[in-house]
């Protein structure tokens, strides 16, 4: 009975050591395992199996990328001027071996260099440069820390300055001189506007002006046109009518009517003074000279009627 108990306890003894001998490596990790206290292997994703007691995994390796948030750093700038800045690193575990053995806390090493870095870069750097030149300062830090960390595994993807804060004082003063650019900025927008509102208003002025003008004489080229294309419908009439009566062999009876219908049009009452054609007098004494003939006769013819009555 002991013997078979013995067995027993054998049996699952080596099924214990079996069953945690049988690793499984999930995806983005990686095992780095040793042998008697000696680096072996390097166990990728899948199934593994290991010696009892003698092989052993030293360290599991995440193969994502990590983000490490560094706390504010005080740095001084070049002329002098105290500022925090924290930053924002995120890498990558490229080689487990290296990892595990190159340096004893990785993120204490990481923080550290970037600190000295830091402190590097922004001595060289006045404090507007500073505040501008962000992409400056990303790349020089991730460059200086991906060639230092190559030989502890790990790929620097890249550095980000999170926050910069100066001084509350520096702050201040920077917040004024700010507001002071953009008033300003906005005295100056508002007087070009002015400049430019003006100018179109005087060009507007201008240019009514010039309309004006250009209507004025086009009426009057209008209105000399007009009396000018009267006075020569007139002239025209004129010489229709004088040419009708050469035509006509008019006597000269008709035209010193003609000659009264004209005197007649001149003596409208407008005029102050008319000088009459000898012509025109004589035949205004004929044509009463006729007048009273023709008279008399109507008064003999009226008398003789009487009579007879």
Known sequence: MLS???VIVLVVIVLALIVTS???????????????????????????????????????????????DFPPQPVITKDNVT???????????????LYAYGVENPMAAIENLTATTLRNII???????TLTSREHINGKIRVVLDEATDAWGIKINRVEVKNINPPADIQMAMEKQMRAERERREAILR?????KSAILIAEGNK???????????QAAIKAAEGEAEAILMVQRATADGIRMLGEADATKEVLTLKSLEAFEKAADGKATKI????????????????TGIV?????QEQAQAGRMN
Do not use: C
Request: glycine share 8%; aromatic share 6%.
């Open 4 to 6: 078979i108990i013995s």
């Open 22 to 68: 049988i690793r499984i490596v999930p995806q983005a990790n990686a095992y780095v395992l040793e042998r008697l206290g000696a680096y072996y292997a390097t166990w990728q994703v899948g199934l593994h199996f290991k010696v009892p007691l003698i092989d052993k995994v030293a360290r599991k390796v995440s193969l994502k990328e990590h983000v490490i």
């Open 83 to 97: 500022i925090e800045i924290d930053t924002v690193v995120y890498f990558q575990i490229t080689d487990p071996k």
């Open 123 to 129: 001595g060289e750097l006045e404090l507007d440069g």
């Open 191 to 195: 007087a070009e506007g002015e400049k």
């Open 207 to 217: 240019e009514a002006v010039i309309l004006e003008a250009e209507a004025s004489k």
């Open 275 to 290: 000088i009459i054609p000898a012509e025109i007098q004589g035949m205004a004494g004929l044509a009463s000279s006729l």
């Open 295 to 299: 008279d008399g006769m109507k008064e």
